[in-house]
């Protein structure tokens, strides 16, 4: 008798330890919408004229993830890499299959890189600039094809809203619609 009543004070105690978890208030910047509950969301974007269809990569381990293991992607689709400031940035291809076109964006949308990437080289890609706050992946070729050039540019309004959307404040972003 003893054990049992043992169990069910032990049983209450996780319960409540559990259920004063779960009540904490959240706080959307701290628990944005999650990766792995988007599976493959897309947004719209325009890089100069040409209109794309996006994933978004906001969190460092969606960053980390970008791509990998993917066997195609969309002629018109890419993923767009989003950081909190413009600094230097590197991509590498680890466990990329796809050959990719990396685009170096800086703080103000416009383009000012583009690199080709070879499917799993490690070595990474370096942006020249120290000053690359997105970068976006689009197939090899797709720059070209697609008639995206330098100084082409991405809308801040855009990206606040695409933020917003995946429950990021545009302004922890230093991200002010244009």
Same mark, same amino acid.
């Given at each position: 008798?003893?054990?049992? #009543? ?18 904490? %208030?959240?706080? +959307?910047? #701290? ?10 969301? $897309? $947004? ?9 269809r996006v994933e978004v990569a906001?969190?460092? %381990? ?18 767009? $890499?989003?950081?909190?400031?413009? @600094? ?23 383009? +000012? ?8 080289? @490690?070595?990474? +890609? ?8 997105? +970068? ?18 991405? &809308?801040?309004?855009?990206?606040? &809203? ?17």
């Open positions: 008798m003893i054990k049992l #009543n043992y169990l069910r004070y032990a049983f209450l105690f996780c319960l409540i330890a559990l259920g004063i978890q779960g009540c904490k %208030e959240s706080n +959307v910047e #701290n628990k944005p919408l999650r990766s792995g509950n988007l599976k493959k969301q $897309f $947004f719209d974007l325009n890089i100069g004229k040409t209109g794309l906001v969190l460092p %381990e969606e960053r980390a993830k970008g791509l990998m293991f993917r066997k195609s992607m969309g002629s018109n689709e890419g993923m767009l $890499f989003i950081f909190k400031k413009g @600094t230097k940035q590197s991509f590498w291809m680890k466990n990329t299959r796809i050959p990719l076109d990396i685009g170096y964006l800086s703080s103000k949308g416009s383009l +000012v890189e583009v690199h080709k990437a070879k499917p799993f080289d @490690t070595s990474g +890609v370096p942006s020249r600039s120290s000053d690359i706050k997105f +970068v976006l992946e689009l197939n090899e070729g797709a720059y070209k094809k697609l008639g995206i050039n330098i100084g082409s540019k991405i &809308k801040m309004n855009k990206i606040s &809203k695409i933020l917003q959307l995946r429950g990021f404040s545009p302004e922890n972003y230093n991200i002010f619609p244009n």
